[in-house]
């Protein structure tokens, strides 16, 4: 397997809005970031995403850009950015983009003409056509509900918005699109940011009859017309051949609908596309058969099965990314692990488990102090248009307000939204406005960093530990996934083997104890113990939650 810097490294997701505001307007900033910059340092990370910080009429919170060559008013000016990117490289980190390119907002110079008439030069920039039978051209319906096609006076016509109306698709047919974003790639680039997180890069190729889907709704879910679409695998390869492959940079291409097949082709080891995507299937076994409010029970079989598929079929043939959450999901404490009675070890055991796995780990802010969801009391206080939408939408036809406020609570992405909890002080030390943004959970009198660096058993502390293990081990980096008590439905348990290196991991997803097999040929005197997440370990049985690395010796 060959090494890179970026397999080596550590990811960690900073949500710009929520991080740490020094303005004093509620809403966090980049000075708050330069700000905490030897704080991740400390932590051991390498390579900070930051979600997108280019000017943006904010429907979706900077995902519409209006102009991808400026900085957010909100989050400070173009210098305060380059500051930020010098005191990382300072610091010997990375700092990648988020690269929003299959929709801008409908505020960016390019829809504001291709808007006003059929002939102008931008027209196909984007997706216009004729409505059907005073309809929409087609009955697909947005990610944010409602059509996927908004109406436009001007010309008499229907645009394509895959998301909100606000945020129109880019027709990547056209090549001068596709020649704009790739100079708009490289001007960043050569500012010398050290990659990208490319969103929902696999929406780009769409098929272009833009076929209906059959349903019974007037409405329905026409992924399969533009995920994974017919050109997505020439798209990657001419960027790569145009932009990519001339820097020394990492990718990592949001991909909704991929299957390891796809990952194989667009993370490919030869390095002709991306380096490595991000699946959504182990974050979607929740999800019922009416989407992702539609809360069914997560299983633990569900998760090893999916796991295990792609650590086994993505070796040696493409590269993983590994996360257990972000600012689109719930708190993986709340979800995988137990955000009450045994927040602190299951949040321990699920870093155990990301870190290791083969694949790129990412870390989203606050996870590191195992920060919880939010059950805000009214839908007022929410603030995620995917949210909102869903809510009004889900009321107009006729739903409990009670059963949808739960499902809110546990899969709303302002779970993963509220501030980050620095103190225990106004505003969790985020800001010191009388209101911010969105609210602070208000856990944050307990579960703040400035407690967890006080407490050397905090779940920051072993993130600390459990990164340097990662990082000066090989094998749990590069090294072969061997599952084993597969049928076990509490513990998630796997070898990893590379060269002549064996590591045994014993992960209890469960609030019970559980009792624990040897794989074979390994016996109880073969094993080291590395890290675990309790103090003491009774050999055959876990505890709730219970997480622990063994390097087995050889004879
Ligand atoms: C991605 C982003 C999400 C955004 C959407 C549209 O899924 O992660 O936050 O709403 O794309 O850009």
């Known amino acids: 397997m060959e090494r890179k810097w970026w397999k080596e490294s550590i990811v960690y997701q900073i949500y710009p809005r929520s991080f740490k505001d020094t303005t004093g307007n509620g809403i966090g900033d980049l000075k708050g970031i330069i700000e905490k910059v030897d704080y991740l340092k400390e932590l051991g990370v390498d390579i900070i995403w930051l979600n997108p910080v280019y000017k943006s009429p904010n429907d979706d919170n900077g995902y519409d850009i209006s102009d991808y060559y400026s900085i957010m008013d909100e989050f400070g000016t ?12 300072k610091r010997d980190m990375k700092l990648i983009m988020d690269l929003v390119v299959n929709h801008t907002s409908d505020e960016h110079i390019w829809f504001l003409e291709s808007k006003k008439s059929k002939d102008n030069q931008y027209r196909d920039y984007y997706f216009w056509k004729k409505g059907k039978d005073g309809k929409e051209p087609n009955n697909w319906v947005s990610v944010f509900g409602g059509s996927a096609w908004q109406y436009d006076e001007t010309t008499d016509e229907y645009y394509l918005h895959i998301f909100s109306k606000k945020q129109p698709d880019l027709n990547w047919e056209n090549p001068k699109v596709r020649k704009d974003i790739y100079k708009m790639m490289k001007w960043w680039l050569d500012k010398g940011i050290d990659g990208f997180r490319m969103d929902v890069i696999n929406f780009i190729s769409k098929n272009t009859d833009f076929p209906s889907v059959s349903t019974n709704e007037k409405y329905g879910w026409g992924g399969e017309y533009f995920m994974n679409g017919p050109r997505v695998n020439e ?26 097949e796809h990952a194989s082709s667009y993370a490919n080891i030869d390095g002709s596309k991306l380096n490595m995507i991000f699946t959504f299937e182990h974050v979607s076994l929740d999800h019922g058969p009416y989407g992702k409010f539609d809360i069914k029970p997560l299983k633990l079989k569900d998760l090893k099965e999916n796991i295990n598929k792609w650590q086994i079929e993505l070796y040696n043939k493409a590269w993983n990314s590994l996360y257990l959450m972000n600012h689109d999901q719930p708190r993986a404490v709340s979800r995988f692990g137990d955000d009450k009675k045994y927040r602190v070890e299951s949040a321990k055991m699920l870093i155990t ?40 939408e889900a009321l107009n036809n006729g739903a409990d307000k009670n059963k949808l406020m739960k499902a809110i609570h546990y899969m709303s992405r302002d779970n993963s939204r509220t501030p980050m ?50 990082k000066s081990n090989l094998t749990l980096i590069y090294g072969e996934h061997i599952p084993f008590m597969n049928d076990n439905e509490n513990i998630f348990a796997y070898i990893k083997k590379y060269e002549n290196q064996l590591y045994i991991v014993y992960l209890n997803f469960s609030k019970n104890k559980q009792s624990i097999i040897l794989p074979e040929n390994i016996t109880k005197e073969n094993l080291t113990l590395i890290i675990s997440n309790y103090k003491n370990n009774d050999f055959f049985n876990l505890k709730p939650y219970e997480a622990r690395v063994y390097k087995v010796s050889q004879n």
């Open 421 to 470: 909890q620095w103190d225990n002080t106004k505003n969790a030390g985020f800001s010191n406005a009388d209101t911010t943004w969105i609210n602070v959970n208000p856990n944050y009198t307990k579960i703040n960093v400035k407690e967890a660096l006080n407490d050397e058993n905090s779940i920051l502390n072993y993130y600390k530990k459990m990164i340097k293990i990662r």
């Open 353 to 392: 488990f990301t870190m290791t796995l083969c694949g790129t780990p990412y870390i989203y802010q606050g996870e590191e102090i195992g920060m919880t969801n939010i059950s805000f009391d009214s839908i007022e206080k929410y603030r995620d248009l995917e949210t909102l939408n869903y809510y009004n």
């Open 78 to 89: 173009m210098e305060d950015w380059e500051k930020l990117l010098n005191e990382l490289h």
């Open 235 to 260: 798209f990657f390869k001419e960027m790569n051949k145009e932009v990519l492959s001339n820097y020394n940079i990492m990718t990592v291409g949001e991909c909704p609908g991929a299957t390891p």
